[in-house]
């Protein structure tokens, strides 16, 4: 059974930086695309990263270009969201997901499989003041 643990959230100043963590359990992710999708109070779900645990490619919507790098060790099965640059709006539960999906070339393709099919952690709660 594969199990999602995000951890890392917690009350950040403003330009200040984060860095979160979902590791990974119930077996191998080699096939897997790994993501990280957040959803702010009466917002919609809004997609923030995705890897291939396989060649390690990764995959961002134009609006997290810049300040947000997903990246994975894979001897920890563990993925990681690094976060700069901190603004009130990035407040929200940030959530992990996984999903074997097929290979695509858009991040709107990778974000639509994660959503479909994906399995998906409890979540992390980040708050940015300013």
């Known amino acids: 059974q594969v199990q999602l643990e995000e951890s890392g959230g917690r009350l950040v100043q403003a330009g200040g930086s984060l860095k979160l963590s979902c590791a990974a359990s119930?077996?191998?992710?080699?096939?897997?695309?790994m993501g990280w999708f957040r959803q702010a109070p009466g917002k919609e779900r809004e997609f923030v990263a995705a890897?291939?645990?396989?060649?390690?490619?990764?995959y961002y919507p134009d609006s997290m270009k810049g300040r947000f790098m997903i990246s994975a060790d894979y001897d920890k099965n563990t993925v990681y969201l690094q976060m700069n640059n901190l603004k009130p709006e990035d407040t929200a539960v940030y959530y992990c997901?996984?999903?074997?999906?097929?290979?695509?070339?858009?991040?709107?393709?990778?974000?639509?499989?994660?959503?479909?099919?994906?399995?998906w952690g409890r979540g992390t709660q980040i708050t940015v003041s300013s």
């Open positions: 890897i291939k645990w396989n060649g390690g490619r990764t």
């Open positions: 997901v996984a999903a074997q999906i097929p290979d695509c070339s858009t991040d709107e393709c990778y974000a639509g499989g994660l959503t479909d099919v994906g399995l």
């Open positions: 119930g077996r191998a992710f080699d096939t897997y695309t």
